[in-house]
Structures are given as structure tokens and as C-alpha cells.
């Protein structure tokens, strides 16, 4: 089991507002529990011993939560580096093997997202490995999905599929980008061209909670039967 996973908090939570007026996106409540807590329960129950997030807004209350208790804290109050220069920036302490990614404005209900991947991951052909939804199963998500999945595995930019914000990477190839701040959309994009993106559907139920409506929406969800 790939031991890390880096958890992206350091959003300005701007689709979420009024909610995010007082609190960053990750603590806001739903069914009981922050947005943080269920993107880092299913990370410990799949058996991951090493945690990391990266923090901007109201930053304070995200390191100072219960949930990022032991948590290698990457601090990016005066400077926001987006998810590529993020991710760069904290190999410096993570090292460079591969580890797990995981936006916290999603909800899951089924497999375990992080056990599903690791089965899956082989580092041999791939160096990112992302889980997808269909885009017409995907909850809370209205657009026309971010790849196209090929028979052998192998994800395109296209329609079809969306991408749930969950994925194994290897983190070795940002040093080759000279920019501190970058989305993690280029590095993709040159893993696509030598073949190494991987993309791999997730069978049970997720919904995006990008907005205040999809919080109702998620919340429903997580009531209905777990046979998926």
C-alpha cells in the first residue's frame, strides 16, 4: 500500500460562498462530519500512515482542526502555488516516490477510493493513475467531463468521464517545470503524450460538492443503499 497521501485544502472556496465566508471549504459540515473528514476517513481506513495538506485560506482553522492532528502542515498563506506547485513544493519534505492526491470537495459512497487505486496502480507503465466517474453517474457535476478512457486504460482530454479528485502520481516529474506556480492539468497533459495517464471508474456513487446545493445533494446520497 503507497504509504502518503496529500490532501489539497489551500482552496479560496469561492463557488462555495456565503458558506465559506467564515471557514474555508474543507470544515464545512455534511451528514455530520467536515468535507475534510470525508475525504481523510477512507485514507486511514485503507491503512495510509503518512499525511499531508496544504493551506491558504483561513488557514488557521485547518491546522488547527483535530482531523490534521500529525499532519505535515504545507503552509501557503503568502503564496497560493495551485495544485502542480503545490505538490512540487512539498517533495522537498515528502520525497519523490508515489503517493495519493485528494481534493476534499467530494463525497464517496462504495469501494474504498484509495484501496481501489492501489490495486490498480502499476508503476511500471503509469505515472499517474486517475479514478473516474461517468460523467452520467456523476453527482452535483453538470459538465461534460474532463477525459476519454481508452480499451487499454490509457485517459485523453475529452467528454465522458470526470475526475474525481482522487488519484496516485508520481511526483518526480514537476521538477522538470521551472514555474513555482502550476496546475497539475499540464503535468497530465505531458504524462498523456508518452502514454504514462492512466485512468481507472469508480463503481460506487460520488458527488461533487463544488456549491451549497450540492451539499443536499451528497447528503441524499449517502442515505441511499449501498448496493451499487
Known amino acids: ?103 476534499t470537495d467530494a463525497v464517496w459512497k462504495g469501494e474504498n477510493p484509495f484501496q481501489k487505486l492501489d490495486k490498480h496502480w502499476e508503476h511500471s507503465k503509469m505515472d499517474a493513475l486517475l479514478l473516474l466517474v461517468p460523467t452520467s453517474k456523476a453527482r452535483g457535476y453538470s459538465g461534460k467531463g474532463d477525459f476519454e478512457l481508452g480499451g487499454n486504460g490509457e485517459i485523453r482530454r475529452g467528454n465522458g468521464f470526470v475526475y474525481t479528485g482522487c488519484q496516485i502520481i508520481d511526483p518526480s516529474g514537476l521538477s522538470d517545470f521551472e514555474d513555482s506556480v502550476f496546475s497539475t492539468n499540464l503535468y497530465w497533459d505531458r504524462l498523456a503524450q508518452k502514454g504514462r495517464l492512466f485512468g481507472l471508474v469508480y463503481d460506487g456513487l460520488w458527488c461533487d460538492v463544488g456549491k451549497p446545493d450540492s451539499i443536499a445533494i451528497a447528503e441524499n446520497m449517502l442515505k441511499e443503499a449501498t448496493d451499487v
Open 1 to 103: 500500500m503507497i504509504e502518503t497521501a496529500f490532501f489539497y485544502a489551500a482552496g479560496l472556496g469561492t463557488r462555495m460562498r456565503p458558506l465559506t465566508e467564515d471557514r474555508p471549504k474543507p470544515l464545512i459540515e455534511l451528514a455530520g462530519k467536515t468535507l475534510l473528514e470525508h475525504a481523510i476517513d477512507p485514507a486511514r481506513a485503507a491503512g495510509i500512515t503518512k499525511f499531508a495538506t496544504n493551506i491558504h485560506y483561513l488557514a488557521d482553522q485547518i491546522k488547527e482542526h483535530p482531523a490534521t492532528r500529525n499532519f505535515v502542515i504545507f503552509d501557503e498563506r503568502e503564496k497560493l502555488l495551485e495544485t502542480g506547485g503545490g505538490l512540487k513544493a512539498a517533495t522537498a519534505i515528502l520525497g519523490v516516490a508515489p503517493l495519493f492526491t485528494m481534493n
